[in-house]
T-cell receptor
Framework: DAGVIQSPRHEVTEMGQEVTLRCKPI?????LFWYRQTMMRGLELLIY????????DSGMPEDRFSAKMPNASFSTLKIQPSEPRDSAVYFC???????????FGQGTRLTVV | GEDVEQSLFLSVREGDSSVINCTYT??????LYWYKQEPGAGLQLLTY?????DMKQDQRLTVLLNKKDKHLSLRIADTQTGDSAIYFC??????????FGTGTRLTVIP
């Protein structure tokens, strides 16, 4: 397996634009997580899914953020409209089961100017 | 709710020992993990400890767990420049998912 695949690796966009980040989890994994990492706040859990169902989205900063998992092999994190303070590295991770080791993607570095 | 705390920065001299500390809130965590993030990469599992253990040693790494105080530490002996990275601890409350600390950025000074 190629591991967790995220795209794009880098994204630069203007304030107000819509941004969509994509994630393909490891095949057979039942849990999927979206994290955001900044220097000031460290790693923050945004939302996680079990069996494609969102379980906890309390970490989503505000209504501008939304995440979907239409099937077991794909998830998106959308920001609309984007703001400069959304600039961060966004990680997707998947795990075989709840509480087991999580495998991370390489991340998407988002810059909103 | 779950809260995993770590200091953000640690600097050590090459050859010294590094100790990265972590406190967590949920005493029902079955496993406690240490992840390592190298520059420009995602997090990778470094080591883990079962909640019924006090210590685990793996080559230069020693994990200590104090369940009473809900304190976890990672000691790296003979720290090398290649150990420079961000280290995350994570808890697994109940049957739920991983909750990570904010990470400790370890800088090794030659």
């Amino acid at each position: 397996d190629a591991g967790v695949i995220q795209s794009p690796r880098h994204e630069v966009t203007e304030m107000g634009q819509e941004v969509t980040l994509r994630c393909k989890p490891i095949s057979g994994h039942n849990s999927l997580f979206w994290y955001r990492q900044t220097m000031m706040r460290g790693l923050e859990l945004l939302i996680y899914f079990n069996n494609n169902v969102p379980i906890d989205d309390s970490g989503m900063p505000e209504d501008r953020f939304s995440a979907k998992m239409p099937n077991a092999s794909f998830s998106t994190l959308k920001i609309q409209p984007s703001e400069p303070r959304d600039s961060a590295v966004y990680f997707c991770a998947s795990s075989l089961a709840q509480g087991s080791e999580a495998f991370f993607g390489q991340g998407t570095r988002l810059t909103v100017v | 709710g779950e809260d995993v705390e770590q200091s953000l920065f640690l600097s050590v001299r090459e050859g010294d020992s590094s100790v990265i500390n972590c406190t967590y809130t949920d005493s029902s965590s079955t496993y406690l993990y240490w992840y390592k993030q190298e520059p420009g990469a995602g997090l990778q599992l470094l080591t883990y400890i079962f909640s019924n253990m006090d210590m685990k040693q793996d080559q230069r790494l020693t994990v200590l767990l104090n369940k009473k105080d809900k304190h976890l530490s990672l000691r790296i002996a003979d720290t090398q420049t290649g150990d420079s990275a961000i280290y995350f601890c994570a808890e697994t409350p109940g049957a739920n998912n991983l909750f990570f600390g904010t990470g400790t950025r370890l800088t090794v000074i030659p």
